[in-house]
């Protein structure tokens, strides 16, 4: 893991290095445009400026070679200019410097005459072939027909201070820093995601990432574990449906064997008082079989196509009638329960699965029945709503707990995990329930309480009319 992290660390900070080494590059070239604009740009100017104003004071001096001369050997010592004036003609009249510039070229004296102040280049044994030697001309006088001019060598601007380059240092040792820095805290998250989704694939439902972060690795994390959490009930699901039809396939199967075995020692009597018991286990085993069959019809013909309906044999029910019949097997199958049903008059016409819609309904019913005491009332309620129809199932059992509440649609989750016989089941009833109801075009919601009951809701669009 070590190795590892540091291989991680070492890439990002690489890329990250390299990324730094970009903007450096970007920050030395805009500070070099920098340079030329805001330092090169301005000392130009003002050298032409001091020079234009210096050729003023040294023109009424022409007449006076020894004064000239003493102004310019001032400049030379105050100001480092190498300056030259020379005639129209080309003839020396002064200099400061060892160093003889050219005369102009007839078509720069014109321009000079017009400007009265030029920049120039010119190549000399002593400048490099690439680059040439930049001049600044000045014409004598300021105004009117020229007469003489000054020759200046342009001088480098002053190189950048010394602090300039300390600074530099500084950012270059503050981004080496930061990146180091950086690097680290993008590299220990990652590594801890990618630990934790490898020790989860290989087994360990358990494993959570748990980084509380408010950045996008706290999503992430926050996501993984929301993930792993819905994989690990998704299993612990699977198992307790192996158990729960362990469990219910058991008993009904024992009660089998002892009937057979009393048929064959020829107690016919005895195996005829179980017969009853065990033509209820087959009926309750066929319809977990069934209620399983149909789970997993819904299941994939939705899961295929996403978005379509599972095949329902649709046709035109009477809403009353499919809630009277409801009742009436509810009252049949749980005579210890009373059943108080109100119903509105002129409940809505549905397009529907009968058969389905049916077992929906049993299921509501059922649960009701199974998790509420003897003697206790059930209430089935019809009416019409929005249109469509309400149908509402309230029982006064144990009820359900809220932490259980958003799991109990899940396939083969049980809020009662005792297995007992009279709260038997996988946990389909609910969940398959749901299923119907909205490929019908409904919906489904619970209400409980625990220790005062659990009401169902189910909403169901009206047949079109007609």
């Known amino acids: 893991m070590t190795s590892r992290r540091r291989r991680v660390t070492g890439r990002l900070l690489f890329r990250i290095g390299l990324v730094c080494l970009v903007q450096l590059l970007l920050f030395i070239m805009g500070m070099d445009l920098v340079r030329r604009s805001a330092l090169e740009e301005p000392w130009r100017r003002g050298l032409e400026r001091t020079m234009a104003y210096n050729v003023s004071e040294w023109a009424p001096l022409r007449g006076q070679p020894e004064a000239l001369q003493a102004a310019l050997d001032r400049v030379r010592r105050r100001l480092d200019m190498r300056v030259s004036l020379l005639g129209v003609d080309g003839r020396l009249i002064s200099t400061n410097t060892r160093r003889d510039f050219a005369p102009l070229p007839p078509e720069q004296l014109e321009r000079l005459g017009r400007e009265r102040v030029i920049t120039y280049t010119e190549k000399s044994a002593d400048t490099p072939k690439d680059r040439p030697e930049r001049l600044v001309a000045v014409a004598i006088p300021e105004t009117g027909p020229l007469e003489a001019y000054a020759i200046l060598r342009e001088t480098k601007p002053p190189p950048p201070p010394t602090h300039m380059m300390a600074l530099i240092g500084v950012m270059l040792a503050c981004t080496a820093i930061t990146s180091l820095v950086f690097a680290q805290t993008l590299a220990i998250p990652l590594q801890r995601l990618a630990g934790a989704a490898r020790a989860f694939g290989e087994g360990k439902l358990d494993t959570r990432v748990g980084m509380r972060r408010r950045d996008e690795f706290g999503q992430v994390s926050q996501a993984f574990d929301e993930m792993a959490e819905r994989i690990t009930l998704l299993l612990r699901s699977q198992k ?4 729960n039809v362990s469990h219910e396939l ?8 002892v009937a057979l075995d009393l048929a064959n020692e020829g107690d016919a009597s005895l195996a005829r008082e179980s017969l009853a018991d065990i033509a209820e286990d087959l009926g ?12 997993a019809r819904l299941d994939l013909t939705t899961g295929q196509t996403p978005g379509a309906t599972p095949p329902l044999r649709r046709e035109r029910v009477e809403a009353q009638v499919l809630v009277d019949k409801a009742a009436a097997r509810f009252r049949s199958a749980r005579p210890e329960h009373r059943l108080d049903v109100a119903l509105e008059p002129d409940l809505p016409v549905l397009e529907a699965d009968p058969v389905l819609l049916r077992r929906a309904l049993d299921n509501l019913l059922d649960n009701a029945g ?5 003697n206790t009332t059930v209430r089935l309620r019809a009416r019409v709503s929005g249109g469509g129809l309400e149908v509402v199932v309230a029982d006064e059992g144990i009820g359900i707990d809220a932490t259980d509440m958003q799991h109990l649609f899940t396939p083969f989750f049980r809020s009662d995990r005792s297995r007992a016989r009279k709260t038997g089941g ?3 009833g609910l969940a398959l329930a749901r299923r119907i109801v909205v490929a019908h075009g409904g919906s489904l919601s619970l209400e409980s309480q625990p220790g005062q009951g659990t ?8 047949a079109p009319r007609a």
């Open 426 to 428: 996988v946990g389909l």
């Open 284 to 295: 309750e085993l066929e319809r977990l079989i069934q209620d399983v069959l149909t789970t």
């Open 250 to 257: 058991r008993t009904p199967l024992a009660r089998i064997r």
């Open 370 to 374: 199974k998790y509420s005491e003897p």
């Open 240 to 243: 307790e449906l192996l158990a």
């Open 455 to 462: 009401t169902a809701r189910v909403q169901l669009p009206a």
